[in-house]
């Protein structure tokens, strides 16, 4: 009688293993997803390069496109903090993508549109989004390179989907890499 009911003590703790291992997984392959399909994108960023004695180096990084002008929010749209919106994207002559537009829907036609999230009640001339993309974990001893860099030339490469959804690739300097995403 009790080896019936070790075996189901067992058939239990495995099952709750693999959900969250499923769990674990599914975050992981939409991660994987965006990397494989996404287009490359380059983000002009401000970074900063703290350390955290728990997750090792990062960059903690401040894009360009986080603060837009209210001027670009399409014609009618009121936003609240917490509102999912797209942000239309368009390169410049230096391939940088800059902000061309902001909706709540994703616009149609949009070749480059990126979703974020209202971090910031509007109401002023700048709109504030949060993408998510906002630390860049890097290999120990690596943070040294960016902190002798030309912060004003770094760009975040990122990958983005027709859906709008970004994960981060890389950060360069003149074109070349500096660092590479190290998430996986």
């Known amino acids: 009688m009790s080896g019936q009911g070790d075996r189901k003590a067992y058939l239990k703790w495995g099952l ?3 959900i969250q ?6 975050t992981l392959a939409e991660r994987i997803r965006v990397h494989m399909t996404g287009e ?18 990062y960059v ?19 936003l609240a903090r917490g509102d999912t919106v797209y942000v ?5 002559g230096e391939g940088i993508a800059r902000a061309t537009g902001i909706s709540k829907a994703r616009p149609e036609g949009a070749t480059l549109a990126i979703r974020g999230r209202v971090s910031a009640r509007p109401g002023g ?14 290999q120990e001893g690596k943070g040294e390179i960016l902190e002798n ?3 004003e030339k770094m760009r975040l490469v990122v990958a983005l989907t027709e859906a709008g959804i970004s ?8 074109g070349k890499t500096l660092v590479e995403e190290s998430a996986f």
């Open 125 to 138: 001339e700048e709109i504030s989004i949060a993408y998510d993309l906002d630390a860049f974990y890097i």
């Open 40 to 57: 490359e994108v380059i983000l002009a960023m401000r970074p900063v390069d703290p350390r955290d004695l728990l997750r090792g180096d």
């Open 60 to 78: 903690v990084v401040t894009l360009e496109i986080e603060r837009v002008s209210a001027d670009l929010l399409a014609p009618g749209e009121e």
């Open 149 to 151: 860099s030309d912060r």
């Open 167 to 174: 994960a981060p690739l890389r950060i360069t300097l003149d």
């Open 16 to 18: 709750v293993a693999l």
């Open 21 to 26: 291992l499923g769990l674990v997984a599914t």
């Open 88 to 92: 239309s994207l368009e390169r410049d």
